[in-house]
């Protein structure tokens, strides 16, 4: 794979989630269950236009993110603008839940990390395994495994 693909390509995660898609959707845009496993969020809507914002820090540096929903279909679909106070760059995170009998598929893809800067920060490995680790966080919250 050369490294052109390897940025252009999105991250994408994939988990079968022991919970329905209506539990699993309620996880993924509700404000309070997305505080508890996903970012500390002032307030969150599932609304196309809505915009919200976390700051996030790691390795000592703070990182200002800056989110619009793009698309919400109950049940089915969440996706949002993804990029980051004073950098270049935008990207689109999408969330897309798939019934199977009493479980969900999800499926988190991330693309268009190619617009953003060209450093370690913005490394691919880092989406892949930030996305992982959150898909997980996931997964551990709506099976009940998770420590408070």
């Not at 508890?36 to 002032?42: E, I, N, Q, S």
């Not at 993804?82 to 270049?88: A, D, I, L, N």
């Not at 798939?98 to 060209?118: A, I, M, Q, V, Y």
Request: net charge neutral; proline share 5%; charged share 30%.
């Amino acid at each position: 794979m050369s490294a052109k693909t390897e940025l252009t390509d999105a991250v994408v995660v994939e988990r079968t989630l022991h919970a329905s898609t209506a539990r699993v959707w309620q996880a993924l845009t509700d404000v309070d269950q997305m505080r508890a496993w996903y970012f500390d969020l002032k307030e969150f809507k599932p609304e196309p236009g809505f915009e919200f914002e976390f700051l996030v820090e790691h390795e000592g540096v703070k990182y200002h993110h800056l989110c619009k929903v793009t698309e919400a279909i109950p049940q089915k679909k969440i996706a949002y603008t993804w990029r980051y106070k004073g950098e270049p760059g935008e990207s689109l995170v999408t969330f897309e839940l798939f019934p199977d009998g009493n479980k969900t598929k999800l499926r988190l893809t991330h693309k268009g990390l190619e617009t953003f800067p060209k450093t370690p920060a913005y490394a691919r490995k880092n989406f892949e395994m930030g996305w992982s680790s959150i898909a997980t966080e996931l997964q551990q919250f709506l099976e009940g495994k998770r420590k408070s």
